[in-house]
Antibody, heavy 122, light 106 residues
Framework: EVQLVESGGVVVQPGGSLRLSCAAS????????MHWVRQAPGKGLEWVSL????????YYADSVKGRFTISRDNSKNSLYLQMNSLRPEDTALYYC???????????????WGQGTLVTVSS | EIVMTQSPATLSVSPGERATLSCRAS??????LAWYQQKPGQGPRLLIY???TRATGVPARFSGSGSGTEFTLTISSLQSEDFAVYYC????????FGQGTKVEIK
């Protein structure tokens, strides 16, 4: 059974930093592109970032470019999102999602985690 | 950026009835379109990809159609577990989602 379990979400002040983690199991982690997708309270889904199977390709939404960094550790079956210079508009539930493709493009997301909540507030 | 527009925002349907959800793209996305179901407190679940292919384990009452800029998700006979929010997502160029359609009990 595929499982994606996010962690690391907390309340942080504007301008602060945070690192989210996603622990993956039930599939060959290093065969697939992985994503972060977020959902602001009561709002829709927004794609944030992706990383190819080997980490060689990363892409970001314009809203987070230059502030967020995605990474992965295939030896630990883990995905990460380093979030710097956080803004109130970054407040959201952050989901880890598995792509069905390895190459580092966005296709569709065949498995999602339950999300971890990041609140940016003073 | 390709903008995805879903309609209606809310659909009130009685159990056993048919539900038809629409999704429109601001430019052609070919058949690179997926549909997801999201229930309260849960992550989204993939229902349809390639505009019309059901994901593993998705009941046959869910069907997708369309190409280019106009897409439809049909739930042929609504069950109690189908009341949820549904999102479309294009992946022809990047990945953008519609704003969602909430299917509620009439």
């Amino acid at each position: 059974e595929v499982q994606l379990v996010e962690s690391g979400g907390v309340v942080v002040q504007p301008g602060g930093s945070l690192r989210l983690s996603c622990a993956a199991s039930g599939f060959t982690f290093d065969d697939y592109t992985m994503h972060w997708v977020r959902q602001a309270p009561g709002k829709g889904l927004e794609w944030v970032s992706l990383i190819s199977w080997d980490g060689s390709r990363t892409y970001y939404a314009d809203s987070v470019k230059g502030r967020f960094t995605i990474s992965r550790d295939n030896s630990k079956n883990s995905l990460y999102l380093q979030m710097n210079s956080l803004r109130p508009e970054d407040t959201a539930l952050y989901y880890c999602a598995k792509d069905q493709d390895p190459t580092g493009t966005v296709t569709y997301f065949d498995y999602w985690g339950q999300g971890t909540l990041v609140t940016v507030s003073s | 950026e390709i903008v995805m527009t879903q309609s209606p925002a809310t659909l009130s349907v009685s159990p056993g009835e048919r539900a038809t959800l629409s999704c429109r793209a601001s430019q052609s996305v070919s058949i690179n379109l997926a549909w997801y179901q999201q229930k309260p407190g849960q992550g989204p679940r993939l229902l349809i990809y390639g505009a019309s292919t059901r994901a593993t384990g998705v009941p046959a009452r869910f069907s997708g159609s369309g190409s280019g800029t106009e897409f439809t998700l049909t739930i042929s006979s609504l069950q109690s577990e189908d009341f949820a929010v549904y999102y479309c997502q294009q992946y022809n160029k990047g990945g953008t989602f519609g704003q969602g359609t909430k299917v509620e009990i009439k």
